[in-house]
């Protein structure tokens, strides 16, 4: 086949999705359904609650309601055309949406990111520095940092974006997945993409390997500190909140390394959609979970909002 720049010849692209058997389409769009309502609940519920308790307006808590903000988004930009598709013949995407999911997912990624070192190293300041916590982390600090995480993950997605839609392929623009991804489009290339591969190699190294070294060194501090505080009580609820966070550190940031950081030799489509599934899908479900069951404050504020308003 010849050569094809894709940026100027395709117009649409066609994802071959979670599975081609109807019945099969037919359960996935039921699950699929229900953890899409899942995810908006969960996470609407912890912003309406973060907005509407005063307990709940410390800096942990407006990070939190960021991270719901961020889950929903980034669920929203590829769920909903993941259940069209479930229900469509012909999967097929045009060439300006998948450009725009691209970018969208990937800056919402981004953001996620950076967003979870920052929440490690709230933890730290309050649990190791408990006395200059509120001049360190005020809430306008909180709010600039949230405002420089969104504007940073989707400049930055730009020329990541702009570098995957402009690679040769082969002439097919059939798409083994369910979503419009970097390493996805990328494998429908032909050509040599060694400057390319080391360019995304080193932005995710950046994106990805930085703050998981901080939320390293940052929960070894943690632990440290907990260990030398004299009552039991004060560990059991420090380690329970730092805890809660290092259940989704790990799901989150495993899945996208094993999704963005591994050679496109060793792809396998089935198994980067199951990669892909779990932090799409199961990442946004288990975070309102992980907080709300383990969280007083939280516990807390939904009882007296129950009490409030049923």
């Keep these: 086949m010849g050569h094809v720049q894709i940026g100027k ?28 309502v899942m995810i908006l609940f969960g996470n609407f519920s912890i912003i309406f609650l973060c907005l509407t308790d005063n307990n709940l307006k410390t800096p942990m808590y407006v990070f939190l309601s960021s991270l719901s903000l961020l889950d929903i988004c980034f669920a929203t930009s590829t769920v909903p055309r993941m259940l069209k598709d479930l229900l469509s013949v012909k999967k097929t995407i045009s060439f300006e949406e998948c450009a725009v999911q691209m970018f969208v997912s990937l800056s919402l990624g981004v953001c996620e990111c950076i967003l979870l070192a920052v929440m490690a190293y709230d933890r730290y300041i309050a649990i190791c520095n408990p006395l200059r916590y509120t001049s360190i982390i005020s809430r306008s600090v909180c709010i600039r940092i949230i405002l420089g995480n969104w504007i940073f993950g989707f400049v930055q997605s730009i020329p990541v974006v702009l570098f995957t839609l402009n690679v040769d392929v082969c002439g097919h623009n059939t798409i083994n997945h369910f979503v419009c991804e970097v390493p996805e489009v990328l494998s429908l290339a032909c050509a040599n993409l060694f400057i390319i591969e080391c360019f995304l190699f080193f932005a995710g190294s950046f994106i990805l390997m930085i703050p998981v070294a901080f939320i390293v060194i940052s929960y070894i501090k943690i632990i440290i500190t907990i260990l030398n505080i004299a009552s039991s009580a004060g560990r059991q609820k420090a380690f329970s909140t730092c805890g809660s966070h290092m259940m989704v550190v790990t799901l989150f940031y495993g899945t996208i390394i094993a999704a963005y950081m591994k050679p496109r030799s060793i792809s396998s489509p089935e198994t980067d959609k199951i990669i892909a599934v779990f932090y799409i899908i199961v990442t946004p479900i288990l975070n309102p979970l992980i907080y709300t069951l383990r969280n007083k404050d939280i516990k807390v504020a939904i009882f007296k909002c129950k009490s409030q308003y049923f």
């Design 9 to 36: 010849t395709v117009t649409e692209f066609i994802l071959l999705g979670l599975s081609d058997h109807p019945k099969t389409q037919c359960i996935l769009f039921v699950f699929l359904l229900i953890a899409y």
